[in-house]
Structures are given as C-alpha cells and as structure tokens.
C-alpha cells in the first residue's frame, strides 16, 4: 500500500497527467512499455501568412500552404498542468526553402490516450513568435518586421529558466539564441568557437566549415540546478579521426561563455553516422539522450534513448552508455495504439516508433519518458506501409524501469 501511496503522490505532482495504476509487480516494470499516445494531425495549420512556397512537393502536399504548418517538434519541455512547451525546428529542412516560416513555440495540452480511455488528440493553446525588434543580430535577417523565419535559424534545442527566458540551440551557427520569454532576441547569437556549418554567416570561406550541414546543436541539456546549458553537435567534426565521436558541451548561463570542460559521446558502431536528436538532463550527472539514424518504416533501425553518466567515462575516455529504450520494441499489451488507422504501420504489441527524425525527450518522473517526432512536414512518411502521405506528429509516453535512485 505505501508503494501504491508513493506513485500516486509523484504521478499527481508531475504535469497534470493522469497516470495508470502501476503494474503489481513491485510497482514497476521489467520492461520498457506504453502507457499513453496522442497524435496532432500534420495539416493543422496555425494563423499565419501562407508558408511552404519554396517545398518540393510531396505525400500529396503542394505549397503553398494555408498559414503555419506544425512541421513536428524538435523540442518538448513540461509547462506544468498537463500542458508543454513544443517546438518546430526551421520549417521545411533547409535554409533556402523556409524563408516563409515563422520560428514559434507552440503551448499544447495532449489529451492521451491511456488503457483507461482518453480521446488521443492535441490541443494547441497559444505560441510565442521569436523576433529581434532590438537588432540584437547582426547579420541580415529574411523579415524587414525582424519576426524570425527558418531562413535566419534552424532551431533544433530548447531550454527555459527558472527566470521564463528560453534559451535555443541552433544549427545554421551553430549558435545558442537567448530570448525572454514572450521570444524577443536578447543578445546577439552565440557561437561555439572554432565551429562552423556551411551556412554559418559569418564563415570566411566556402570551404571554411567544420562541422557539416545540419549537424548542430540538435539537442541541448539545462541542468537541474539552472546553471549550465550542455548543447551536443549532432555529428563529427570534419577533421575528427573517429566519425562516430559527438562532442558534449558546456555553456555557464551566469558568466555567458562556454567552459573548457568537454565529454565525448560515441554512437554505435553499427551506426555510425547516426545522429543524437535530443540531450535531456535526469539529475545533476546522468543525462538520457536519442540516438538515431536517418530512416523510417520498414527501414529504421536504430531509434534508442541511451542513459550516461558525466562522472563515467570508459577506457577510451568515451561515457559509457546504458539502453534505456529501444523505440522500435515498446511493449503495448494494453492495446493503447490500436486500432490501427487505415494503412498504419508499426502499432500494437510491440509497438513501434519508426519516425524518421525523433528528437523530442521530456522526462515526467523517475519511470515516464515523453518522446515526440519531427515529421519534416511533407516529407516523412515512416507511419505509413504505402509511404504516401505525411506523418502526424506523435507524442507518446513510455514507462521504463526506475532511472533514479
């Protein structure tokens, strides 16, 4: 009964969401399992100008659009009451076919779908549209009205003081953006030194890059006291002698500046050119993070969430790595995916989640992870056996055995 007690004491503490009863064996579970899933269709546009001139047609889409498209989320934070904080990347995959983006984060309330009901959608509240009225950057952005666009930024990480300021990883720099928390640009980008994409504004030459396009800060950890960011390059550097090699960083949010202190993290040898779509903070030196690589359906792979700890390191000086979930075999005895939509792939026990760009990871409590997609709105289609039209983005929740002590 004390255990019983316990659970529904943090359950009810955490987000707002209600939570299942725990499984009676000791009150947690052997293995990773879903709990809830919530689907926000991905041609629910928002107000906006109409967007999407630019994208290459695909799945049935043909820009433009309508207003503002949700292209998926990049980035989730818990805003408490069973609401969060969710946020797109630059719109529609690269910087010259997204001038017509508006870069948001969107405030959403997900009614999951549990074993106990629940209608499975997403509400989408509100957003804050990021600007620079101050011409705090200084480079030229796409807007005479300075409301930033996925021309100017690709924001992939997102972070929220205790003060409501958020702070971005980016990965066009790729830089931190710092804004105040209705999206206002407070200091000019910062970049990490001696780090440069092919798109990065301020690179002296064409050939000048040192880390490849799109392999910026795709995830970033706050940590749990507020005082450091840790932003991770999502891949090898370009000179770097082992490819599979993603440098940890460290950012000191009261002095500003990067810090000398550095882990490397080392994906799989099976993979080894994938990709760490999110860095998520789970006490003071353990951190969870995605690793990923770049396909969908059938043909995915690799979508696991690995745990470290910054205190360990192996004989190479790597940090070691402990599986926390494989995300394409999440147990689903309670049918909580089923029944299946019409030409769905993946659902049921096991259940899968073989998106292509999952780089979504908010921890609930000490057993719940809360994982999301980027669909690259049109372009992923992993959900689909035909792959013939866009995928939702989806938000599920996954109970795994206890992470904390």
């Known amino acids: 009964m004390r255990r019983l007690l316990l659970f529904s004491t943090l359950c009810a503490a955490v987000s707002g969401i209600a939570c299942d009863s725990p499984p009676k064996d000791n009150g947690t579970v052997k293995e990773p399992t879903l709990i809830s899933r919530a689907i926000l269709p991905s041609d629910l546009y928002q107000p906006g100008p109409p967007s999407g001139a630019l994208v290459t047609p695909d799945n049935g ?14 980035a989730i934070l818990d805003a408490g009451g069973g609401e969060f904080w969710a946020m797109p990347d630059n ?37 804050v549209q990021l600007s620079d009225p101050d011409g705090k950057i200084p480079f030229a952005l796409t807007r005479q009205d300075r409301l930033l666009t996925g021309a100017d930024f690709d924001l992939e990480s997102v972070r929220r003081t205790q003060a409501g300021d958020f702070w971005f990883g980016e990965e066009f720099g790729p830089f931190l953006l710092h804004t105040d928390a209705n999206g206002k640009v407070l200091e000019a980008p910062i970049p990490l030194p001696d780090v440069r994409s092919p798109q990065n504004p ?26 450091w960011l840790y932003p991770v ?9 082992d490819p599979r090699r993603r440098i940890v960083n460290q950012f000191d949010l009261a002095a500003g500046k990067y810090t000398s202190q550095k882990w490397n993290y080392r994906v799989d040898a099976e993979f080894p050119d994938a990709v760490i779509g999110d860095f998520t903070a789970l006490d003071a030196n353990r951190f969870l993070a995605i690793e990923r690589d770049d396909d969908q359906g059938e043909q995915a792979r690799q979508k696991k969430i690995y745990l470290v700890d910054l205190r360990r390191m192996d004989a190479e000086g790597y940090l070691e790595k402990q599986l926390v979930v494989d995300l394409l075999r999440i147990r689903d005895p309670n049918g909580i995916s089923l029944p299946a939509r019409a030409g769905e792939f993946g659902v049921g026990d096991p259940f899968s989640f073989p998106l292509q ?38 938000l599920i929740i996954v109970r795994v055995p206890p992470l904390r002590p």
């Open 61 to 74: 889409v043909t820009g433009p659009l309508p207003g503002q498209p949700i292209p998926g989320f990049s």
């Open 91 to 127: 719109g529609f995959g690269t910087k010259n076919n997204s001038p017509d983006f508006l870069l948001r984060i969107y405030r959403i309330r997900p009614q999951f779908r549990t074993e106990k009901g629940g209608s499975g959608t997403v509400e989408v509240l509100s957003f």
């Open 202 to 227: 301020y690179l002296p030459g064409e050939n000048a890059w040192t880390l490849r396009a799109s392999r910026g800060f795709e995830g970033m950890a706050l940590s749990t006291d507020g005082k």
């Open 233 to 241: 390059i999502e891949g090898a550097l370009r000179e770097d002698t």
């Open 357 to 394: 760009s999952v780089e979504s990871l908010e921890v609930l409590d000490s057993e719940r992870l809360l994982i999301a997609n980027d669909n690259n709105y049109p372009g992923s289609d992993g959900r689909w056996i035909a792959r013939d039209r866009p995928d939702d983005i989806e």
